[in-house]
């Protein structure tokens, strides 16, 4: 069974530009999770989507928006870049909201400059 | 205040001996989970062990377990064995009842010497 995928698997952008990141859960899993993983720190939670329906938002800018397909797939945006937005995006998926299964992807490294 | 705090910040340990990794909690909910993960220099991070606040036994996984002691608020990880392929970043996080998300720690680098 496939795992988590996420693409691309790096990114560089400039300054003030928009990405878009993209996930595939587990078949099966219905809930989508970001997180934003700065160089030297823990991950930091961005967004929880069930069921196509934000569960979950973490101290981010209006910058940060994402959403969740039919297919349970899901979209992390990030607009007008900042240096400070260069990370390790990673994507967990989970059966439901209270499953503590939780499953990562290899993540998305994006490096703005 | 820090919700998950890990102390040590990198660590060596000699291939075959165990190792034991901190991490210190903070939350005013009675039912809350705590986990594990390993995150080689790939990036992924993999789930080693979970263990429940309502847990009576101390979870193990292989040669993975927790030293789960509530009353300090501490879930220690502890590695049997070492092997080279321990090598990478530690986790620890915690979901509190209220919400269903992660919250990290700051991480514990270990690095298995043969």
């Known amino acids: 069974d496939a795992g988590v995928t996420q693409s691309p698997t790096h990114l560089i952008k400039t300054r003030g530009q928009h990405v878009t990141l993209r996930c595939s859960p587990i078949s099966g899993h219905k809930s989508v999770s970001w997180y934003q993983q700065v160089l030297g720190q823990g991950p930091q939670f961005i967004f929880q989507y069930y069921e196509k329906e934000e569960r979950g938002r973490g101290n981010f800018p209006d910058r940060f928006s994402a959403r969740q397909f039919p297919n349970y797939s899901s979209e992390l945006n990030v607009n007008a870049l900042l240096l400070g937005d260069s990370a390790l995006y990673l994507c967990?998926?989970?059966?439901?909201?209270?499953?503590?299964?939780?499953?990562f992807g290899s993540g998305t490294r994006l490096t703005v400059v | 205040a820090q919700k998950i705090t890990q102390t040590q910040p990198g660590m060596f340990v000699q291939e075959k001996e165990a190792v034991t990794l901190d991490c210190t909690y903070d939350t005013s909910d009675q039912s809350y989970g705590l986990f594990w993960y390993k995150q080689p220099s790939s990036g992924e991070m993999i789930f080693l062990i979970y263990?429940?606040?309502?847990?009576?036994q101390n979870a193990t996984e292989g040669r993975y377990s927790l030293n789960f002691q509530k009353a300090r608020k501490s879930a220690n990880l502890v590695i049997s064995a070492s092997q080279l392929g321990d090598s990478a970043m530690y986790f620890c996080a915690m979901r509190e009842d209220w919400g269903n998300k992660l919250t990290f720690g700051g991480g514990t680098r270990v690095l298995v010497k043969p």
């Open positions: 967990a998926s989970s059966p439901s909201t209270e499953n503590y299964g939780y499953t």
């Open positions: 263990q429940g606040s309502y847990d009576e």
